[in-house]
């Protein structure tokens, strides 16, 4: 099955800068469907952070930020704070499952 | 304010059925399309389908096609997400989130807080 792989887990002290990787392929990513991020706390539902690659809803900080280029997207947090600790999944389409597919996941831990 | 409140947790045996809702509050219901998503224990998010509910159409996982039945009741603006033939791989929180459109490329917001359906015999 197709999927989008992220790093199992990133950290940095408060203040520094991250960013998160997300791998596709040419069926997905690649074919240059829009990749979306979503933060997720622990209990909780995901909430929407980054869409159509690089744009920022309402409400959503300006330390993160989002980019695209071939088969990958990046999430980066600039200004890295400890309420920033939680799990961050890349999505997209897949037109070889005709379906939305999301990235494995990332855990974001603040030293 | 856009909300979505799902169900409470469900406890199923194997072999049965379970029929989530979720009730959305504070737009026009029908200028939305309805996606189910779950998420096992620790593992990542998994899309199932969507469900337009202006028309009552229809598009579901391949994974999921033979066992996954949505509906909508439009006058309650409530969608549900029903799931047949349950087996221990089916526990998950199981999310709605709504979608402005159903092409491509769309994105999910906002989310309910899930609902927790444990198989188990």
């Known amino acids: 099955q197709s999927v989008l792989t992220q790093p199992p887990s990133v950290s940095g002290a408060p203040g520094q800068r991250v960013t998160i990787s997300c791998t596709g392929s040419?069926?997905?990513?690649?074919?240059?469907?829009?990749v979306n991020w979503y933060q997720q706390f622990p209990g909780r539902g995901p909430k929407l952070l980054i869409y159509i690659d690089s744009n920022r809803p309402s409400g959503v900080p300006d330390r993160f930020s989002g980019s695209k280029s071939g088969t990958s997207a990046s999430l980066a947090i600039t200004g890295l704070q400890a309420e920033d600790e939680a799990d961050y999944y890349c999505?997209?389409?897949?037109?070889?499952?005709?379906?939305?597919?999301f990235g494995t996941g990332t855990k974001v831990t603040v030293l | 304010q856009v909300q979505i409140v799902q169900s409470g947790a469900e406890v199923k045996k194997p072999g049965a059925s379970v029929k989530v809702s979720c009730k959305t509050s504070g737009y026009t219901f029908t200028n939305y399309a309805i996606h189910w998503v779950r998420q096992a224990p620790g593992q990542r998010l998994e899309w199932m389908g969507w469900?337009?509910?202006?028309?009552?159409?229809?598009k579901y996982s391949q994974k999921f096609q033979d066992r996954v039945t949505f509906t909508k009741d439009t006058s309650a603006t409530t969608a549900y997400m029903g799931l047949s033939t349950l087996t221990s791989e089916d526990t998950a929180v199981y999310y709605c989130?709504?979608?402005?459109?159903?092409?491509?490329?769309?994105?999910?917001?906002?989310w309910g807080q899930g609902t927790l359906v444990t198989v188990s015999s």
């Open positions: 469900i337009n509910v202006g028309n009552g159409n229809t």
């Open positions: 989130t709504a979608s402005m459109t159903t092409f491509p490329g769309t994105w999910f917001d906002p």
């Open positions: 999505q997209s389409y897949d037109n070889t499952l005709n379906g939305y597919v």
């Open positions: 040419s069926s997905n990513v690649g074919a240059g469907y829009d």
